[in-house]
């Protein structure tokens, strides 16, 4: 009996579920790869296209409604500069701002004016008060938003309008999430193929 014991073969696993969970790891870091591949691509190549074509939009718009602030300050004498600051602002969707020759701020249509001594030394305004289209991005608050500014020459000074570009930084927020379900369906598909191939190759 105990001749019979020492013969008995060792337990193995089988042939085919062997193969069948070697042909599934395969398959599924396969999937894994591609689905890595095109994040990175869509990320770094798409993701980044899209946020500069919508910045540069953005900043033609800013720039004609800007344009068309200084017409008016140069031909409107009959209203109030505060008064034609605060139309054009809430016409815009932006703050509007007007500073004279000397880069003092004249009129604000968010900001008390006394609180903004030193805003006619922003880059944008000193670029329009040298007769050029000013230009800059840069945040602001204590969780610092990116803003557009965007500054133009007017007889006597310079207006600026600015734009938060916070819906263009939840536009990107919201694709990233978008893309982030994307993957998770595209793995748990890889998953479920890969299963399924494996199950079809071991008994084939």
Known sequence: MATE??????????????????????????????IAAAAFATIYSTESFWQKALRDQTTRDLTQKAQMFATRVNTDRSTKIAD??????????????????????????????????????????????????????????????????????VSGGAVRLAYS???????????????????TVAVLAGLIISALTARMVSTS
Do not use: H, W
């Not at 193995?12 to 894994?32: D, G, N, Q, W």
């Not at 263009?168 to 982030?180: F, G, H």
């Open 165 to 183: 570009l916070a819906d263009i930084d939840a536009a990107i927020s919201e694709e990233r999430r978008m893309l982030v379900l994307g993957c």
């Open 5 to 34: 014991a020492q013969a008995q073969p060792v337990a193995s696993a089988p042939p085919k579920r062997t193969s069948r969970l070697r042909v599934f790891v395969l398959l599924f870091i396969s999937f894994l790869v591609l």
């Open 84 to 153: 034609l600051t605060a139309q054009a602002g809430q016409q815009a969707g932006a703050r509007a701002t007007v500073v004279d020759g000397n880069g003092k701020v004249v009129a604000d249509s968010q900001i008390p004016v006394a609180s903004l001594e030193k805003e006619g030394e922003r880059p944008e305004f000193s670029a329009a008060l040298r007769g050029e289209t000013g230009v800059e991005t840069r945040g602001r608050g204590a969780f610092p938003v990116p803003v557009l500014y965007v500054a133009v020459p």
